[in-house]
């Protein structure tokens, strides 16, 4: 009996273990079943959220590129009425509202105030620029062009980007005289004033004296420049065509720059094809070997030594003497963000100065000959750093789009991944680097 009862005691002993191991296993089963749905949910919502922020991104791209088409053709018929309503209520015949063609041989001709304007500067600006030119536009055997003129007519074309034969329909010569005087006017300016009004020192008080304008103006310690480039378009020849053309499918040439506190170059480079990236146009560049080769005092920042360096922006690889901004994305901490805040108003110093070069000088508007492309650019930017800093007056109607030829082509856009470079494409993380920037944040924070 007692043998019955412990079989029977036995077989409900294991019958219950065997319902709390079946119970165990469906609730693991059950958990693993509400994991796995959870995260397919989770996964879902992911998907929708891309899906939704790259639609909502395309629709934002697709709603600015309309809105900017708009604003111009608005500028453009704007410009257009304000133009037949002026003629309207002026009234004067056409050989009234014509300008008067101006003497070229006359040597003592004085321009007027309208005249200086479509030169861009003011007439102290026109006769500096006489007095140191004046040796170097002598006119050819033959050529009845004063020295004065030579120079009114170059300035004219380059800054209301004419065509040769509008200025020849206006000075009363022949094209052919106009091209010269252009050619003449940009090789005196390169002979003249490339070396004094164009140089980068990097003697040690000269680049503390940078590093003070900048620090007062941004706040970040041992910038001493931004280094930024612009496109620019040109005319190349058939043979040489997909050289020059760029990611937005149009040909140019690129300008790199370094600018300073008040907006004046202080290295120009204007000899890379517009299908090159900036990165390798940088390393190919003078200003790479030169700041590569650069021995400057260190400064002492939060304990660490921190080499004086430029500012770029996201086409730039990271180097030890070139910053670049935190890559955006959801993932950027407090001080990431604030040191790109400063950095974004460190680069609006090129950012104004490449907007006044182009607004001012409307040929670098225009497609160039790539054959005198370089020269023309170079000269626009020794102009601009002149007249900058002679202070002469800057019209922002200069900027306004008055017909098709005056809208600004889009400019390419380049990633740069690439950290350090020592040699070939080989990435190199400078720990030195990082605990600069995390120095920068840190003080961009406390500031």
């Not at 180097?319 to 959801?330: A, H």
Request: with cysteine; charged share 25%.
């Amino acid at each position: 009996m007692e043998t019955e009862l412990d079989q029977t005691d036995r077989a409900t002993s294991d019958s219950a273990m065997l319902v709390v191991q079946i119970v165990s296993e469906y609730r693991t089963m059950l958990q693993q079943q509400i994991v796995l749905h959870l995260k397919r949910q989770r996964d879902c919502l992911a998907r929708m959220r891309q899906r939704f922020l790259s639609k909502l991104a395309h629709r934002l791209h697709r709603n600015y590129v309309l809105y900017d088409r708009t604003r111009r053709r608005m500028l453009m018929d704007v410009t257009l009425i304000n133009t037949r309503g002026r003629n309207t209520r002026r009234r004067k015949s056409i050989r009234e509202c014509a300008v008067p063609v101006v003497p070229p041989s006359v040597s003592g001709y004085e321009f007027d105030e309208t005249q200086f304007e479509q030169f861009r500067m003011d007439q102290d600006t026109f006769q500096f620029l006489f007095d140191k030119l004046e040796p170097e536009l002598t006119p050819a055997p033959g050529v009845l062009l004063s020295t004065r003129m030579t120079q009114a007519v170059a300035i004219y074309v380059l800054g209301s980007g004419k065509g040769y034969g509008s200025a020849a329909a206006k000075f009363g010569m022949d094209s052919d005289v106009v091209h010269d005087c252009v050619r003449m006017f940009c090789r005196a300016m390169m002979n003249v004033f490339r070396k004094q009004v164009v140089a980068m020192a990097l003697d040690d008080d000269s680049i503390r004296q940078a590093v003070k304008e900048f620090e007062e103006f941004v706040g970040l310690p041992q910038m001493f420049g931004i280094v930024g480039c612009l496109h620019i378009p040109i005319k190349p020849s058939s043979k040489e065509l997909v050289k020059y053309v760029n990611s937005k499918g149009w040909s140019s040439i690129i300008l790199q720059v370094v600018v300073d506190r008040n907006g004046r170059f202080v290295d120009v480079s204007c000899e890379h094809p517009g299908h090159m990236n900036p990165a390798d146009m940088l390393i190919n560049s003078t200003l790479y070997q030169r700041m590569e080769q650069l021995e400057a005092t260190t400064e002492t920042v939060a304990n660490s030594n921190v080499l004086p360096f430029l500012l770029g922006d996201s086409k730039y690889p990271l180097l030890p003497w070139l910053i670049t901004p935190y890559t955006t994305g959801e993932c950027m901490t407090t001080p990431e963000r604030s040191f790109n805040v400063y950095a974004a108003k460190g680069r609006s110093c090129i950012d104004k100065a490449f907007d006044r070069l182009v607004g001012r000088w409307k040929v670098l508007n225009r497609c160039i000959d790539h054959n005198e492309a370089s020269e023309l650019i170079i000269t626009c930017c020794i102009l601009h750093n002149i007249v900058e800093q002679r202070e002469s007056p800057y019209l922002d109607a200069w900027n306004e789009c008055h017909g098709e030829e005056d809208i600004t082509p889009e400019q390419p856009h380049w990633e740069c991944q690439i950290v350090s470079i020592d040699g070939e494409e080989t990435l190199i993380f400078s720990d030195s680097f990082y605990s600069y920037v995390s120095i920068c944040s840190s003080c961009c924070t406390r500031w």
